[in-house]
């Protein structure tokens, strides 16, 4: 496959194999569907940049049994909304993933707005496996991390071995 610049629209099924080389042409479609086998996916970096971020990641939690490593980075401006956008619900069911399998949950630029605490709050209850989760915050005002800090301890955690690391 090579850089198709013209390319308005495309439909891929993808269900092995995946590349950056495979991926880089398609960079320039204006429109893409991505139709993706994820029961293999063990490690998910995730980057929190676009509306809707929070739908894709249920999805892939629903559709990713395997997964055992779950990263999410949020490197937005910080002028922007301290509210997460109306949108995110916790799935109906709990992830497969979350009852038997992921072990470490990261979050780069966690801001602690309500519905990152309600989603950080359904990982955490749900993740019976987890051995780590590492929360980053955006936020330079010790007071501020603090209280973040506070919220999360809190949380009860459904595996026994879990540890909360703040950085």
């Not at 960079?27 to 995730?46: A, F, G, K």
């Not at 936020?139 to 071995?161: G, I, N, R």
């Amino acid at each position: 496959m090579e850089n198709m610049p013209a390319l308005e629209e495309a439909c891929v099924w993808i269900t092995s194999g995946v590349t950056q080389k495979f991926l880089k042409p398609l960079t320039s479609v204006h429109r893409l569907s991505l139709w993706l086998s994820l029961s293999e996916l063990v490690h998910l970096d995730l980057y929190t940049l676009a509306e809707g971020w929070w739908d894709l990641l249920t999805c892939m939690l629903q559709d990713s049994p395997k997964l055992r490593f779950l990263k999410l980075t949020n490197r937005k401006l910080r002028s922007e909304s301290k509210e997460t956008p109306i949108g995110w619900r916790p799935s109906s069911s709990v992830p497969e993933c979350l009852l038997s399998s992921i072990e470490a949950f990261v979050w780069i630029g966690y801001n602690g707005r309500q519905r990152d605490r309600e989603m950080t709050t359904f990982v955490l209850k749900n993740a019976t496996c987890l051995k780590t989760a590492t929360f980053s915050p955006d936020s330079t005002d010790l007071e501020e991390k603090y209280q973040m800090l506070k919220v999360l301890a809190s949380v009860p955690t459904t595996s026994a071995s879990s540890q909360l690391l703040f950085d």
